[in-house]
């Protein structure tokens, strides 16, 4: 099996790669709601993370049956903000896989690698999601 750059895959088999549509608030965006309101924050996760699992039933992903690298492409549509605070995202995607049923937990027993890469696209700014199964 080999990955969109051609190279082969060691470690396991693909799952699917879910694409969100948009950007994720980052860590100062998550912070500031914290700040703003007691319920702000919570309300904020609840909302993505139930996004997310929606588009993962939608998108008819496979449940995780082996621990899992997550590899997330952020695509930005700009370069503003850090890497550090975008990939704070990955909190509320992960969420939302384990409540569509495709990760059994977030913790490192399931998910024990997670890699980012940060892109630009201004007109079609997503989330890309790769779930791959790794050999136990």
């Not at 948009?22 to 914290?34: D, K």
């Not at 609840?46 to 496979?62: D, E, F, G, I, P």
Request: glycine letters at 6%; proline letters at 5%.
């Amino acid at each position: 099996m080999q990955d969109r750059a051609g190279r082969g895959h060691i470690q396991g088999e693909v799952l699917m790669i879910l694409v969100i549509p948009g950007t994720m608030p980052g860590l100062n965006e998550a912070i500031a709601a914290a700040k703003s309101h007691f319920g702000a924050y919570s309300s904020m996760k609840r909302k993505l993370t139930t996004s997310v699992a929606m588009q993962a039933k939608a998108a008819r992903m496979k449940p995780a049956t082996r621990p899992v690298k997550a590899i997330f492409r952020w695509f930005e549509p700009s370069r503003r903000r850090d890497v550090d605070n975008v990939a704070f995202g990955c909190k509320f995607c992960l969420d939302g896989l384990v409540e569509a049923g495709v990760l059994e937990d977030d913790s490192q027993k399931h998910v024990p690698q997670i890699q980012h890469f940060f892109d630009l696209d201004r007109d079609n700014p997503r989330v890309e999601i790769e779930i791959e199964e790794l050999d136990e």
